[in-house]
């Protein structure tokens, strides 16, 4: 398309996108619909949990209009003018148009010396990216003719605890960082302005494509290459960049005698020989795998606003768990709890999970994420206190085990359950599942609980089976890893 033809603006979402990096804004432009731009899951419900944290905000604000049409509708603006000059004490969606710059304000606040821009997040503190996406609103208010006097972040407060201990959000005064900004958003308005009208820009990769966050168009930028850099364990963003900065490319390209941690070390053998290596210390570490064990995953959810007692903003609750427990016979038995209805399941679970429990000598989990779901129950529900604390007293990590021990060059860098699993297991994965991640199955488990009753019968019976087949694989998955490594072990 010609340049000439081409008319586009930016929005405060596209204009935080250009902060990042100019390729995500003009991928963001001109292809919408991208698969990397579709939300899964958990974003969905990150969306419609920021609903619901922007109307509580509301709230805040007694008296206030709210400019409520669809978010493209031409009215959103001469409906804001009439809402400034009805002397409106707060507008809520307060739309603006400067500049080919569109913005809506979440809450547009008037003041006796002027008006105050407060932009609401589903966040327990302000981000680095809340800055630019408050200065780009700041400005375009300003362009309109009103004074803005001050710049606020208005989050959840993680020190609120349901139902009434504090209050819910926290107002952050950024006028300052938003004031240092400003100076510079012209010109940066100017550029991404071209951009939008442009052909695709050719931007170098960089720290920007993760930093603030995490671009979803990073695969088409950085190159698939076997065993990448970025792939080292334990390496992350900053130090793999570093890597790269001077050459190293690739595992094979880190020069010898660099100084590493022994899984680390442990990868570039594995990678270097092209196959699994097996430390002689494993044997030794499965030692206290023993006896009759017992197998355990929980599911939690986490809602941005808390909807029970002792709570904080994104409090996670277990309200699902899957255990096997091998018989002396060597067969497992296998029980389970999946939580249904709003109704609180932390009393409910616990209960469960002590009987379950009951004649394991030892519980084992993946990671001590089992661990912190157990000792929160136990301040939940007092009174099975002493119950919870003496399972958690049984919990034996297997994660530390793999990691120490065991590296297979198809980790890629990985030693989540899911990465590891199919290397050291090969035909156990989770892709005959409807359900294959922990987000989604956090999501569902919500949904499944809160708006249940707006979901048909026979959709509700499916997503309650997918569920407990997700969590159950967790478990079997964590079954079958002991024992491919005690064959690993036995080999040695």
Not at 72 to 85: G, K, N, W
Not at 419 to 426: A, E, G, R, S, Y
Request: with cysteine.
């Amino acid at each position: 398309m010609p340049q000439s033809e081409r008319t586009h603006g930016l929005s405060k979402s596209r204009f935080v996108a250009g902060w990042q990096c100019h390729r995500y804004l003009w991928w963001k432009t001109y292809e919408p619909d991208a698969k990397e731009l579709v939300p899964d899951e958990g974003l969905k419900d990150r969306f419609e949990q920021g609903h619901q944290v922007g109307a509580a905000a509301r709230q805040c604000f007694p008296g206030g209009t709210l400019i409520d049409f669809e978010h493209h509708d031409p009215a959103r603006l001469p409906a804001t003018q009439a809402a400034i000059a009805a002397g409106a004490p707060a507008i809520f969606e307060a739309s603006f148009l400067e500049d080919h710059v569109f913005v809506a304000v979440d809450v547009l606040e008037r003041r006796p010396d002027g008006w105050v821009v407060i932009e609401v997040k589903s966040t327990t503190k302000v981000k680095p990216e809340h800055h630019p996406d408050a200065a780009i609103q700041a400005h375009v208010v300003r362009r309109a003719g009103l004074d803005v006097r001050r710049v606020e972040i208005m989050h959840l407060n993680k020190d609120y605890v349901h139902p009434d201990g504090g209050d819910l959000f926290v107002r952050a005064d950024v006028t300052a960082a938003v004031e240092t900004l400003l100076p510079e958003v012209p010109d940066l308005i100017a550029r991404q302005l071209k951009v939008v009208n442009g052909e695709l820009p050719q931007t170098p990769i960089g720290p920007h494509c993760w930093d603030p966050r995490e671009c979803p168009f990073r695969e088409r930028c950085w190159r698939p290459i076997p065993h990448h850099i970025s792939t080292l364990a334990g390496v992350g963003n900053v130090r793999a960049w570093e890597y790269m900065q001077h050459g190293i490319h690739t595992l094979r390209d880190i020069p010898a005698g660099q100084k590493l941690a022994a899984v680390a070390k442990r990868q570039l053998r594995a990678v270097a020989r092209g196959e699994m290596v097996v430390e002689p210390g494993l044997r030794e570490a499965l030692g206290p795998f023993e006896r009759r064990l017992g197998f355990l995953d929980f599911e939690t959810v986490a809602r941005a606003i808390p909807v029970w007692p002792g709570l904080h903003p994104w409090g996670a609750v277990a309200a699902q768990f899957s255990y096997h427990e091998r018989r002396p016979d060597g067969s497992y038995a296998h029980a389970e709890f999946l939580a249904e209805g709003p109704r609180d399941p932390r009393e409910a679970i616990a209960r469960a999970l002590i009987e379950a429990t009951r004649s394991a000598d030892r519980v084992v989990m993946y990671t001590t994420f089992e661990r912190t779901q157990i000792e929160r129950l136990a301040q939940a529900v007092p009174q099975l206190a002493g119950d919870l604390h003496a399972l958690a007293a049984k919990l034996i990590d297997l994660h530390p085990v793999v990691k120490n021990h065991v590296y297979h060059p198809a980790f890629e860098g990985s030693f989540s359950l899911k990465d590891i699993l199919t290397p050291l297991v090969p035909g156990l994965d989770y892709e005959d599942l409807e359900i294959e991640e922990g987000g989604d199955a956090s999501v569902k488990l919500a949904r499944l609980m809160f708006v249940a009753h707006l979901i048909p019968a026979e959709e509700r019976d499916t997503l309650r089976h997918d569920l407990l087949e997700y969590c159950k694989r967790d478990t079997w998955a964590t079954v079958k890893l002991l024992e491919r490594l005690r064959e690993l072990a036995a080999a040695m």
